[in-house]
């Protein structure tokens, strides 16, 4: 047989009229015939359709999409991506149920939900590209107002019994070991490992609420609630089981409507969630502080919080507020990672989205990791501002209000946290100790990083403190009181240990005894003074051992605030 293609010149299917048989007719006049008969077709079966009531239809999928919002709690919100994701598939749903169940005509509803679902598609790719930085740069360099400060009259110094060892991996060791040390509250419970950093009362701690263990643990329990969290104290890494004044009905481990999360969707159904952390206030109430976000650029661009959430934990009350009207004792409502990310707008674009790619004239960027730090009884993020280059150094400090977003930049000249955990380290190889991220304090007006140097178990075993600016200045020591000591000795600029410190004689009116970390610490009040003279016994031996109300002292130190440092009894 000749397969020439002469042969199958101007043959067609005829679909439209259903013969299956070759044509003669041309091909785009076969094509038009064929696409006129499936659309008669159609119509033939959509005029034929019985089904259910369109009305009910439309119930159905609204049933279908409750139970998905149920699950998937996305914000019902025009800025929210999800939104778009959730109309599509209730359009998708109805018309699978129109297909199978109903009566309206697949044709009309397919066209118009063709049509809806292309626009769902399409104007949020066109609106989230347009909202890039790209097109933005100078606005997205402006989410964050930076405000320079002078380092030493803005970070006030703080007393070593106050500074933040503990970060969040060191807090879940430590909270396991206390929950293991109450039997019939670890046989129901275990701990949400949040472990969010707050100020309660002055002292900054982690807390983190208990946690059903499973199921049954639940339904055994969740009529009480949860009655505990813990409490670590961050400065001396002692670790509490408190019971809550009223017990948590709604937490992260609750199912249906007492899921924090889920309770909160139901209640602000439009509003866009970013973290939700748990805080106590000073009355020992739980609660969750959840932050609202909105854009600031475009429809999808430049995200920002713009309020708060704060639900009870008890009562499931929950009540929103702008920003500038969050309850003081709330520590948390910006997102780290989003603050992070504001910084490095602020330094990468302020030139412009060109020069940020390619000429990079004074751009910046923050360095790898961050910690917090407890300021005038609120909580700081602390980061340092690096070269884009990364050359091992910082240009200075931010510190960002967590509450206000109240940022400040300290333009200190030093080593990167980097360069000084690994100085650190260094002063004590032997003991393959890690450190962790440093926590940046005022030694007297100086930036001066406070390590702490981790085990094995991920607990804080030594500490060191590395001068900023100077980072082969290195003192290392077993608990904070002693590396301060040490450290004030080395910053001397006469080279005799305590030479600029004072020397003071008082009478004692009380002394108290604490141990901390293994070391025994002496609280002395002076008569008619209001100054906390602090010493440890080790360093200090016997004269203030066998010290007694009544006895004057002549003692040597570094006076700070209402505190003195006592360096030596003499």
């Known amino acids: 047989m000749d397969f020439n293609k002469n042969n199958f010149k101007g043959f067609n299917f005829d679909f439209g009229k259903g013969s299956g048989k070759w044509n003669q007719q041309g091909p785009s006049k076969g094509f038009k015939e064929s696409f006129e008969g499936f659309k008669q077709e159609m119509r033939a079966r959509d005029s034929n359709r019985k089904g259910k009531n369109p009305f009910i239809i439309i119930l159905a999928t609204l049933a279908i999409m ?9 914000a019902l919100n025009f800025m929210a991506q999800e939104f778009y994701s959730f109309l599509i598939f ?32 399409v104007a949020p790719i066109v609106l ?63 701990i949400n490992e949040n472990y969010t950093q707050i100020n309660i009362k002055g002292v900054p701690v982690r807390v983190s609420p208990l946690a059903y263990s499973d199921l049954i643990k639940y339904f055994l ?48 159904p439009t509003k866009m969630f970013g973290e939700t952390n748990f805080e106590v206030d000073d009355e020992g109430k739980g609660f ?53 990310q504001q910084l490095d707008y602020r330094g990468s674009l302020a030139g412009g989205f060109i020069n940020s790619v390619f000429g990079q004239r004074n751009v910046t960027r923050t360095t790898q990791g961050y910690n917090y730090v407890p300021l005038n009884d609120d909580i700081y993020l602390y980061t340092g501002s690096t070269s884009i280059r990364s050359d091992s150094s910082n240009l200075g400090f931010y510190f960002v209000n967590l ?41 007297q007006d100086r930036p001066t ?17 590395v001068d900023a600016e ?16 040490q450290y004030y000795d080395r910053m001397d600029t006469s080279g005799i240990p305590g030479a600029d410190a004072d020397e003071q004689s008082i009478v004692i009116e009380r002394i108290q005894s604490v141990v901390i970390d293994g070391n025994t610490i002496y609280y002395i009040m002076a008569r008619g003074e209001d100054t906390v003279y602090v010493g440890n016994a080790k360093k200090l031996g016997a004269p203030i051992v066998f010290a007694k109300p009544g006895d004057t002292l002549k003692v040597f130190g570094n006076p700070k605030d209402n505190q003195f440092d006592i360096l030596e009894i003499r």
């Open 470 to 485: 100077n980072y082969q200045n290195v003192s290392v020591a077993d608990n904070v009181q002693d590396v301060m000591n």
């Open 66 to 74: 409750l139970a998905f919002f149920f699950v998937t709690l996305p």
């Open 449 to 465: 990083y406070l390590i702490g140097l981790k085990d094995a178990s991920g607990l804080a075993k030594m500490f060191a403190l």
């Open 288 to 340: 969750y502080i959840t932050s609202v976000l909105t854009r600031r650029i475009g429809m999808f661009g430049g995200t920002d919080v713009k309020g708060a959430i704060v639900t009870n934990g008890s009562t499931g009350a929950s009540t929103y507020y702008d920003v500038a009207d969050v309850p003081s004792w709330v520590d948390r409502v910006y997102p780290s990672s989003l603050v992070i």
């Open 221 to 268: 329990n969740f009529r009480n609630g949860i009655p505990y969290y813990v409490q670590i104290d961050m400065a001396t890494q002692e670790a509490d089981l408190i019971r809550l004044v009223e017990p948590l009905k709604y937490s992260k481990s609750d199912i249906l409507m007492r899921d924090i999360t889920r309770h909160i969707r139901f209640r602000h």
């Open 128 to 190: 989230g590209f347009l909202s890039q930085p790209i097109f933005n740069a100078k606005r997205y360099s402006a989410l964050i107002p930076v405000e320079e400060a002078n380092f030493a009259e803005t970070v006030e110094e703080i007393s070593y019994d106050k500074v933040p060892v503990v970060d969040r991996d060191a807090a879940v060791v430590i909270g396991a070991r206390q929950m293991g040390s109450v039997q019939e509250v670890v046989s129901q419970f275990e």
């Open 90 to 121: 209730a359009i998708l749903v109805y018309n699978g149920l129109n297909l199978i169940f109903g009566k309206m005509s697949i044709m009309r509803t397919g066209f118009v939900s063709i049509i809806l679902v292309g626009i769902l598609i």
């Open 403 to 443: 509450r206000t977003k109240e940022a400040k930049f300290f333009s200190v000249p030093s080593a990167d946290e980097f360069s000084a955990m690994n100085s650190a380290t260094g002063q004590i190889q032997e003991k393959n100790y890690t450190p962790a991220f440093p926590v940046l304090l005022n030694i």
